[in-house]
Every structure is written in structure tokens, then in C-alpha cells.
């Protein structure tokens, strides 16, 4: 039976999501995330999932993801990969990046980015890696993906001088001084956003109020009363939790002030049923892979990010 690569429709969602789930084994997301994404769609990047289908089954999917930067240009990138078992020696991973390829620059792209990783991190994704390659992608970034269990997290350090910590569910009304933040100490990150960082609206819209994003559990240190570290996560309810950002603004680093949020919202995401902790740092974060090292965090495989015109 042939396989046909196509947009996934609603009724393909719990096949999509049931072959990325096994593909990505420290991914933290949901089912009911891809569908509020599907009937919802996000306006800051246009997002087009392609699934290739034999039959009425789903055997490959890939995410096709469009941004319009501030300066003129067109992103495109091709991620999520992920192939039905039988088929990773097959041509489909191919298939299905020239599928999204086609999307992308059909609608406008200008530059095009593909992710793979190691098997333990994307099952398959030597098989993705390879298609990148022989389409002429180059390598430009690479990360470590980590994984902790949470039995293991040692006790929290001592309180810096003046520390207050408040969650981030209590800043429900005017999240914008966390946003100033996050822009800040996004913008100073290895293989940060160097076309510009989300509109404070676009990020309400895409961080803030995406339905994984656990308020509860993600912290803001304040000195004086001004918010200066953050460390913010999510969480699919099953036990497990994935870092989004943890840092502190420029004039503040050097304190531990990073290191101590992030191990008070470990420990009370341990309190709260978290058995799992992921998270994802670039190759060049000295400071933060540091910090998750004595925090326990151990390696679980290498995420790499290539480019084309």
C-alpha cells in the first residue's frame, strides 16, 4: 500500500500524537496540546503539520513552522520529525522534509532550518539527520538535551540576602514584568533569538498562556521587590516537567540567584508529584550546564539545529 504525505486533518491527531510520543521519549507534551493548536492556531508563526498515511494510519509526521521576523525575512522550519519504526530505513524521512521544504518556500521562506537528534533523544533521527544532509543543510547549532530524576535533587542552597520568591501564578494580572525578564536574559543566551525576541503580546499568546505552561511550579526571585531571576516550566501531568528559561538579569549574575530559583521550583515541583525533570541547553551555556551538573542532570543525547538558503 502506498504511503501519501499530506496536512494532517483533526482525525489524525491521536496518530500523530501517538507516533511523536514514542519518537520523543523526553518531550513533554499532550495530546489535547496539538488539538487546542490545531483548532486554535498560533498567529506569531504559521504552523502547517504534514503526516505521511498508509491506509488510514499514520507512519510519519513533520512540523512545518513559518516566522516573519522583524526585518524582513521568512524562517522556515522543519522539526518534530518522527517516522513509524518499520520505516526508519526507508526513504520516508526524505519524503517527508521535502514535503515540508516544499510547504515552507511555496509560502515564503527565505531560510530554511531542520532539527535532528541523537536516538535516544528522537528515535529515528539519525534517519532525519541523514535526509538534512544530503539536502544540503548545514550544521549552526547544537544542545544537550538532559533528563533528572527528582528522587536524586539535592537539598536547596541557602537563601541569598533579600531573596523573595513568588510564583508566577501570582503575577496572573500583569505578567509583563516576568516577560521583561525572559526577553533579557533570552536575548543574552548561546544560539539565542538574534532576530529579535517575541512581542510581549505574541509571547502572551505563545509562552504565557500555552496550555502546558505550569504557573504554579515556575518562580520568579525578586530583590527589593524587583524581579530579577526566573526559572519557568512546563508540565503534561503525567510527572514529568521540561525547563523553558531559567536566568537572571545581567547586572545580577554571579550570585547563585539562578541556581537557587531553579532548585526551589525543582523541589516544589517534587512536592507537587513531579518525578521527571527535561531540559535543553546549548552547547555553549557554560554557566547553566554547570548548574544543572550539580543539580544532578545527566545527558541523555545531543539536539542539533541545520541551515540552507
Not at 496518530?15 to 495530546?31: D, H, R
Not at 516577560?179 to 548561546?190: G, I, K
Request: aromatic letters at 8%.
Amino acid at each position: 500500500m502506498t504511503i501519501e504525505i499530506r496536512p494532517m486533518r483533526r482525525t489524525d491527531i491521536p496518530g500523530a500524537f501517538a507516533l511523536i510520543q514514542k519518537a520523543y521519549p523526553c518531550l513533554v507534551f499532550t495530546e489535547a496540546l496539538m488539538t487546542e493548536r490545531f483548532d486554535r492556531p498560533l498567529t506569531y508563526y504559521r504552523d502547517q503539520r504534514l503526516v505521511a498515511v498508509r491506509g488510514e494510519r499514520v507512519v510519519g509526521h513533520v512540523l512545518s513552522r513559518l516566522h516573519e521576523s522583524e526585518k524582513g525575512r521568512t524562517y522556515g522550519q522543519s522539526y518534530m520529525a518522527a517516522v513509524a519504526p518499520p520505516l526508519v530505513d526507508g526513504d520516508l524521512s526524505d519524503r517527508l522534509l521535502a514535503a515540508s521544504e516544499r510547504n515552507l518556500v511555496d509560502n515564503g521562506a527565505d531560510v530554511l532550518s531542520a532539527d535532528a537528534a541523537e536516538e535516544r533523544v528522537q528515535v529515528g533521527g539519525e534517519g532525519f539527520r541523514r535526509a538534512i544532509l544530503d539536502r544540503g543543510y548545514t550544521l549552526v547549532e547544537s544542545g544537550q538535551i538532559l533528563g533528572l530524576d527528582l528522587a536524586t535533587l539535592p537539598g536547596p542552597p541557602t537563601a541569598p540576602e533579600g531573596a523573595e520568591l513568588r510564583t508566577f501564578r501570582e503575577f496572573a494580572d500583569d505578567p509583563r514584568p516576568l516577560y521583561e525578564v525572559d526577553r533579557a536574559t533570552s536575548e543574552d543566551e548561546p544560539g539565542g533569538f538574534d532576530d529579535g525576541f517575541l512581542p510581549y503580546e505574541d509571547w502572551v499568546r505563545v509562552l504565557w498562556n500555552n496550555p502546558l505552561a505550569d504557573h504554579d511550579l515556575s518562580l520568579v526571585l525578586l530583590l527589593d521587590g524587583v524581579p530579577v531571576t526566573i526559572s519557568c516550566y512546563k508540565s503534561d501531568g503525567t510527572g514529568r516537567m521540561e525547563s523553558g528559561m531559567t536566568g537572571s538579569l545581567r547586572e545580577y549574575r554571579g550570585r547563585g540567584l539562578a541556581t537557587y530559583t531553579k532548585t526551589k521550583a525543582l523541589h516544589l515541583a517534587r512536592e507537587m508529584g513531579v518525578r521527571h525533570a527535561y531540559t535543553g541547553n546549548h552547547a555553549d551555556n557554560k554557566p547553566m550546564l554547570a548548574i544543572n551538573d550539580r543539580l544532578g542532570y545527566r545527558v541523555v543525547g545531543s539536539e542539533e539545529t541545520y541551515r540552507r538558503p
